[in-house]
C-alpha cells in the first residue's frame, strides 16, 4: 500500500473519477464514495474509513448498501468497506479484487487511475448481489470528499 506521491488528485483526474462512480452506479442499487486525505489519524485505516463512513452519512441507504473507498495519501494506506447489507450476504474476500486494483496502481503511483477502476470494478462487483432497481434513486452524492 505505496503511494509514490505526496499531493492530491488534480481536477482532471477528480472529473474522471466522478465519471467512473457514475458509470458504476448505473449497474447497482449499491452507493459508492470516495474520500481522500493527505494524514490517516488512525493506526488502521479501516478504522478511519468507518468514521468517514459516519461522518458521509453513507449507514442511511435504503437496502445499507454503500461502500466507501478511502485513501490516505502521506500516510500510505487505503480502505474499501461496505455497509451492513452487503457484509450480510457476501463472503470476506468480496473486496480482494477491488483491493488488489487499487493497490497495483497505488504502487506505481497512478492513485486516479487506480481509484477510477477501483470504482468500476465495485460496481461489477455490487452488481452481482444489488442490481439496478427500476425506482432506484441516488442516495447519496457521486463527488469525492477530502480530509485534511
Given amino acids: 500500500m505505496f503511494f509514490q506521491h505526496n ?62 473507498i478511502y485513501i490516505s495519501l502521506k500516510s500510505r494506506k487505503f480502505a474499501i468497506i461496505g455497509d451492513t447489507g452487503i457484509n450480510a450476504v457476501v463472503s470476506q474476500d468480496f473486496w480482494d479484487s477491488a483491493k488488489a486494483i487499487l493497490e497495483e496502481y497505488l504502487k506505481k503511483g497512478e492513485v ?22 427500476q425506482d432506484d434513486i441516488n442516495e447519496l452524492p457521486d463527488e469525492i470528499s477530502y480530509g485534511k
Fill in 112 to 133: 486516479a487511475e487506480g481509484i477510477r477502476r477501483a470504482v468500476l470494478q465495485t460496481g461489477i462487483i455490487l452488481k452481482e448481489h444489488f442490481p439496478y432497481q
Fill in 7 to 68: 499531493r492530491l488528485i488534480r481536477k482532471s483526474e477528480e472529473r474522471s473519477i466522478v465519471s467512473a462512480i457514475k458509470e458504476a452506479e448505473k449497474n447497482t442499487s449499491g452507493e459508492i464514495r470516495v474520500h481522500i486525505e493527505n494524514k490517516c489519524p488512525d493506526q488502521n485505516p479501516i478504522t478511519r474509513a468507518i468514521v468517514i463512513f459516519d461522518a458521509l452519512g453513507m449507514f442511511d441507504t435504503a437496502l445499507r448498501n454503500g461502500v466507501l
